[in-house]
């Protein structure tokens, strides 16, 4: 195979742009608000590796310039919703730098998705601010109003289609306009679609993850809707709402966290599918890509070591 | 016909490439520096003293040992020392080393030993015999005696060729086929002749066309076919090279020998031709002089022993601080100076400009690297375990099938040295199965004196009980025989009272 050959930091920063049309989708949707959230991540990351790395007494500058910190800082701060208060980010992105990753031994060394495990410290502790989105397009006055606490966002908010899935079906309110209801969802999916297609195409992540999760989804939300489709929605609906297509393409191909044969990959991400879907439909949180996620990344060391592919001459 | 495939490797460029493949001819060197170890076996002994005058292709130095081949010497001249240099290897370990000064008449020793009509009419031995005392060895790099691998193979079904030029950037078995063509072939006839295969292939990346032309004009034999292949980086590794041509794939720990293949490198063909037809042992080679820092790059054909300081006076060198390597980029290692000379296994020295080294950072699981793995090994894996010193895990993850064709190296975008952990850690290895060997030893050892120590207690006991057996019977007997005298003699003494009584009667 040829290889245009990308080094640590070039492989980091090439997967941050490829989030931009994913992010753009979100700004045109939801508002400035996204850019705060990520400035403010992204702040906070640096501070906390840089001041961790020195209490470890480890070199600052490779590791705040090789891109990883502020990837992290990134993908957690696009997985909140966009008006929750600034302290929940900078909670989260702290929580993730120091026990996603500092406590491993910094970059590599990791066995969880940082920003996964930063995401699912925040659900679990702040389920109120972590669920309320907003449910229009904010100004950039009023997103900083509604960030740093300056007026009352009664009124901004509203629930995701996957939270309607959880209340809404016990409220009578059939599939069809539940689906009808997530236009935004559709195209901030898109967008991520795109920017991991873009990333496949440059050989920064492998087709394995995002193929086989994406599978697993179909798989089981058919299984489900063959079941019943007066209670679950079809794959379209799981595909193109939540998390999905940001799971597939960024998240769980992670390569740290992630396993790492390429017959364990394909497990790895067919796993994480069903388990999205289960959560969601089954579980107690509107969103599940983080908890499965964080729980395939629990089994990587199994799955890679029964994975091992056949060496030459064995 | 064909194609198999092997998974991974990687396609480079020639990072130096040549305008003309010429293979230059140099004069003859004013002093020659020969090793006497070679890559594997024991250090040949030298059988020339200091101050004795010496002819080319007189053999020096001899061992008897299968794994060796004798030293000859590449001028004529005088011996001026038999000293310990540095060997160009990367241990950086002193070696005896024969020092010849030329006389500049090159004058020959009569070589014509052994069968010295048609090698046809040989036999198989007589030819073995004639390539062991040419001092003829793989060319390629690995550097093993060829008498030996060809008596290994001897009833192999294919005689492979490879022509594949291990690595980018050296071009001399390119300039060598190039400049000799018949003599492959006719070299390629007489290996069949002796290891009776009943054909051969020889293997060649299409980035030699003019090679493959000239060995195509004069390749007139049936069973010798050529197969020309895409140029891949880690072709050329034997196994490797089996598995794409035959589709065979070699068992680990087993040989090409083990699969009925006999694999020889090109140079080693002609080197063979002219030891076995033209009576002329080892006492040359060719060699790539390339490198960023070079401003042509050459093919010299050049004497054994010479220096590479002699070797780089016949290219223009650049100016500035240069990094010095041989035997490629890939699998070749640096040097610290050109004071060192040319051995047999000396394909290439590389001249680079130093480039400021990149800075290493963590693995990031990325997954590059078991994707260019020849082998499909997971060197990120063994990377970790290696790390953390936990070699029985690297061990379980197949460390041991590595062949350190540094692939992996090359593509990790953390630009880790992988292949110099894994080496690390199989020398770690090694220990370690010595070590155990050691402690096995120790307690066989042990436990078979205790079981000496009881014997020899036992066997003392069972003789004494013996003893004390045979003691007791001896004893009854002589008590037996005790009272039987005292009976006799009682007997007497009562016939004698009788008889006393009879006359006192």
């Known amino acids: 195979m040829t290889v245009k050959l990308l080094n640590t930091n070039q492989i980091m920063r090439q997967v941050s742009y490829a989030l931009a049309l994913g992010v753009g989708a979100q700004v045109y949707f939801f508002g400035f608000s996204v850019f705060i959230q990520i400035f403010l991540a992204c702040i906070t990351g640096l501070i ?37 208060p600034w302290w929940i980010i900078v909670l989260g992105v702290s929580f993730a730098v120091i026990f996603g990753k500092q406590i491993f031994g910094g970059l590599g060394n990791n066995p969880f998705n940082p920003a996964m495990l930063g995401y699912a410290f925040l659900l679990i502790s702040y389920p109120m601010q972590m669920t309320q989105w907003p449910a229009d397009y904010l100004s950039m006055g009023q997103a900083v109003d509604v960030i740093f606490g300056l007026s009352n966002i009664d009124g901004l908010t ?45 050989r920064i992540i492998y087709w394995q993850i995002p193929v086989s999760l994406l599978s697993g989804v179909v798989v089981m939300s058919t299984a489900l809707y063959l079941v019943d489709s007066g209670q679950f929605t079809s794959s379209l609906f799981h595909l193109v709402n939540g998390a999905t297509m940001l799971a597939a393409f960024f998240i769980a191909t992670d390569p740290v966290s992630a396993s790492t044969t390429p017959s364990g990959r394909l497990i790895y991400g067919f796993l994480i599918g069903i388990l999205i879907v289960i959560i969601r439909v089954f579980g107690g949180y509107p969103d599940a890509v983080a908890f499965a996620v964080l729980l395939l990344n629990i089994t990587v060391p199994l799955i890679d070591f029964y994975t091992q592919p056949k060496v030459f001459g064995k | 016909m064909l194609k198999y495939k092997y998974n991974g490797g990687l396609k480079l460029d020639n990072p130096y490439p040549i305008n003309e493949i010429d293979l230059i001819r140099i004069p003859l060197p004013d002093k020659v520096v020969l090793p006497m170890q ?14 004795e005058r010496v002819l080319t292709g007189q053999i020096i130095a001899t061992i008897d040992d299968q794994r060796c081949a004798p030293v000859h010497a590449s001028i004529s001249g005088t ?36 069968c010295t009509e048609r090698y046809e009419t040989c036999t198989a031995n007589t030819i073995y015999n004639k390539i062991r005392v040419s001092g003829i060895v793989g060319m390629g790099g690995a550097g093993f005696p060829t008498h030996t691998k060809v008596r290994l193979a001897e009833g192999c079904h294919t005689l492979i060729v490879n022509a594949t030029e291990c ?17 492959v072939i006719r070299g390629i006839e007489v290996l069949l002749h002796i290891c009776k295969a009943e054909r051969a292939i020889i293997a060649i990346e299409d980035d030699k066309q003019d090679a493959i032309a000239a060995l195509k004009k004069f390749c007139n034999n049936e069973n010798i076919s050529i197969e020309v292949m895409p140029t891949k980086y880690t072709s050329g590794a034997e196994k490797l090279l089996l598995k794409y041509l035959l589709g065979i794939e070699v068992p680990t720990g087993k040989f090409a020998s083990d699969v009925g293949v006999l694999c ?29 820092a070079v401003k042509e790059s050459k093919n010299l054909q050049v004497r054994l022993g010479a220096s590479y300081d002699y070797l780089l006076s016949f290219v223009d060198i650049k100016e500035g601080s240069h990094k010095i390597s041989m035997n490629g980029l890939m699998m070749g290692i640096e040097l610290d100076s050109t004071n060192y000379s040319v051995s047999k296994n000396t394909n290439c020295v590389f001249i680079d400009q130093l480039e400021e080294s990149k800075p290493t950072k963590e693995c990031i699981r990325c997954g590059l690297c078991n994707t260019v793995c020849p082998v499909d090994l997971l060197p990120q894996q063994l990377y970790w375990y290696s790390k953390s010193k936990n070699i029985d895990k690297a061990v379980e993850y197949n460390l041991l099938d590595c062949i350190e064709c540094n692939c992996c190296s090359y593509v990790c975008p953390s630009q880790i040295p992988l292949v110099n952990y894994y080496q690390y850690s199989k020398a770690l290895y090694k220990q370690q199965v010595k070590e155990k060997q050691q402690t096995e030893n120790a307690r066989e050892r042990f436990e078979f004196r205790e079981l000496r120590l009881e014997r020899n207690k036992r066997e003392r006991a069972e003789m004494m009980e013996a003893k004390k057996i045979v003691l007791k019977e001896k004893m009854a007997k002589d008590k037996a025989q005790k009272a039987a005298i005292e009976a006799a003699l009682e007997r007497v003494e009562t016939a004698k009272s009788a008889q006393g009584s009879q006359d006192d009667g």
């Open chain 1, 48 to 84: 906390t590796e840089a001041l961790f790395l020195r209490l470890r007494g480890s070199e600052i500058k490779p590791a705040i310039i090789d891109g990883s910190v502020v990837l992290t800082a990134i993908l957690l701060a696009i997985s909140i919703p966009s008006i929750a």
């Open chain 2, 79 to 114: 011996v001026v020392a038999i000293d310990e240099h540095v060997y160009a290897h990367k241990s950086g370990l002193k070696g005896l080393c024969v020092t010849i000064e030329s006389d500049g008449k090159d004058e020959w020793v009569d070589t014509s030993i052994g």
């Open chain 2, 167 to 183: 690595e980018p950037g050296i071009t001399c078995d390119a300039a060598l086929m190039e400049a000799y063509p018949t003599k």
């Open chain 2, 38 to 51: 070679q890559r594997i076996g024991n250090q040949a002994i030298p059988i020339v003293s200091v101050g």
């Open chain 1, 158 to 202: 509203g629930a995701t289609s996957l939270d309607h899935l959880k209340t809404q079906l016990t409220m009578g309110i059939s599939i069809q306009e539940l689906e009808l209801n997530s236009i935004s969802q559709l195209w901030i999916n898109i967008g991520f679609l795109l920017g991991g297609v873009y990333l496949l195409l440059r």
């Open chain 2, 264 to 292: 020889q490198n090109v140079g080693t063909v002609v080197a063979m031709f002219d030891a076995v037809v033209e009576n002329r042992p080892l006492i040359s080679r060719a060699v790539t002089v390339a490198g960023s």
